[in-house]
């Protein structure tokens, strides 16, 4: 079993809807979570960080993280054709570089106008 | 994306071939890594470094080498190219803050072994 698992997709939904993205983790000792957004032919970018459990919301962008079920989720609210890309979700044990972030495999997300 | 540069963007190799992948980082960052990334496998972790000097094995390290003889250069290095090397290469630094943390990618490396 990958440390991360994450569904490939492909996703596809009309705009405006919620999207739901999510990823498992066997690593109990994974305390930093992260989404990063990718468009194709560009390197992944930043959207969302989140420390140990709880929510995290910043625009139409929504990270959650159950530690104890060991899953994250990202939601997207009403949700534009500039959202399609892939989704990675990553996670570490420590703020440290000494043990590099474990990324899902991402999921492609098309959002249809 | 700023701050991580990649060179070269594209290339094709021969098989056999050698070449070497350059990542620079104009952030000051201590931590460097070089991901693969290949349809349905996601980013694969091949060697990164905690420091000038350092370097360790991610978890697909075969067939590459890396040096980081400066702290803002991390080079990939294939010594002899193989059709099962061909994929995207991204470096990522890595930024620990107080209260935030994030790893910054460049653009890609397009590899195609023929």
């Known amino acids: 079993q990958k440390e991360v698992e994450q569904d490939p997709g492909p996703l596809s939904v009309p705009e405006g809807a919620i999207v739901s993205l999510n990823c498992t983790y066997s690593?109990?000792?994974?305390?930093?979570f992260m989404w990063y957004r990718q468009y194709s032919r560009k390197g992944p970018e930043l959207l969302m960080y989140?420390?140990?459990?709880g929510n995290k919301e910043d625009g139409r962008f929504t990270a959650q993280v159950d530690k104890s079920s060991k899953y994250i989720s990202l939601f997207i609210r009403d949700s534009q054709p500039s959202d399609s890309a892939t989704y990675l979700c990553?996670?570490?044990?420590?703020?440290?570089?000494?043990?590099?972030?474990?990324f899902g495999k991402g999921t492609r997300l098309s959002v249809i106008a | 994306n700023a701050g991580v540069t990649q060179t070269p963007k594209f290339r094709v190799l021969k098989t056999g071939q050698s070449m070497t992948l350059l990542c620079a980082q104009d952030?000051?960052?201590?931590?460097m890594y070089w991901y693969r990334q290949d349809p349905g496998m996601g980013l694969r972790l091949i060697h990164y470094?905690?420091?000038?000097?350092?370097?360790a094995k991610g978890e697909v390290p075969d067939g590459y080498n890396v040096s980081r003889l400066k702290k803002q250069n991390f080079l990939l290095g294939l010594e002899s190219a193989a059709p099962s090397q061909t994929s995207v290469y991204f470096c990522?630094?890595?930024?620990?803050?107080?209260?935030?943390?994030?790893?910054?990618f460049g653009q890609g490396t397009r590899l195609t072994v023929v």
């Open positions: 990553a996670m570490t044990e420590l703020n440290s570089g000494n043990t590099p972030l474990v």
């Open positions: 690593n109990s000792a994974f305390q930093y």
């Open positions: 989140t420390y140990s459990s």
């Open positions: 952030m000051n960052h201590e931590y």
């Open positions: 470094s905690v420091g000038e000097g350092t370097t």
């Open positions: 990522a630094t890595w930024d620990i803050g107080a209260t935030d943390t994030e790893a910054f």
